[in-house]
């Protein structure tokens, strides 16, 4: 659960995951360890991997995130294109207004009436919706315990209130990581798009990387498309074990 009274600083998060992958290291020191980061944990995954040394073979992103503003401007400009394409004119002028304003979002209202028309407009309306696909199969897992159920409002206000608005204004300083890198978008993803995520991949410094689009998948990769996402992860555990062998 996210706390909610202590100051909630990105940097204490990092050092608590660097605790978490040295302990798991500790653990099974001859096996390879990959850090796999979504979404919001993405973030701070690259935040952890930039400014820890760590026993880390690969960092896998999916959803990925950086740098919040810019995420939100590239949503915005999905939403508009797609308003155009359709030909809805007016919703178009009247969304463009809202979100070139400076004092866009008013109120929370205002946010919830713009993120409910962003989902209505783009998301697939041939398969289940993002909450259905991604959300309650989350919530029905054993990971999702009964406490979390019914502390989920609270703490997700909390994390888009604290967690997001805590990123840095700037990335620059967390894209050079010692390790090889991966990041598998979603192709329906509309939480974090494609193209955004391009947009930091291409700023990555590493060893290797490598970016793939995931097939029939959105935010949250394992649950739309498990076969892919498993897939994905047995090809790099083959080719970091070759590799280890070969050295």
Known sequence: RIPTTLPLR???????????????KSLFPAAPLFVVGESFGSALSLITLSTHSLPVDAYIGYGQVAERRPLEIQKGMLFLEELMKRG?????????????????PSSKAETNRYL???????????????????ILPYQNSHEFSKKAKRNQGRDNAVGRNVLLHSLPDSFAPYLRLPMPVHFLAGEWDIVVPPSYQ???????????????????????VPFDNPKVFEDFLMNLVIGCRETKKLS
């Open 88 to 104: 809805k004119t007016k919703d178009f002028e009247f969304w463009k207004k809202k979100l070139t304003s400076p004092s866009f």
């Open 116 to 134: 409910a028309a962003y989902y209505d407009l783009l998301e697939k309306k041939d398969i289940p919706s993002f909450y259905d696909r991604e």
């Open 10 to 24: 990105i940097e204490d998060l990092a050092n608590q995951l660097r605790g978490v992958i040295l302990y798991v």
């Open 198 to 220: 391009k947009s930091v991949y291409d700023r990555i410094e590493a060893p290797s990387k490598t970016m793939t689009i995931a097939k029939e998948a959105g935010h949250v």
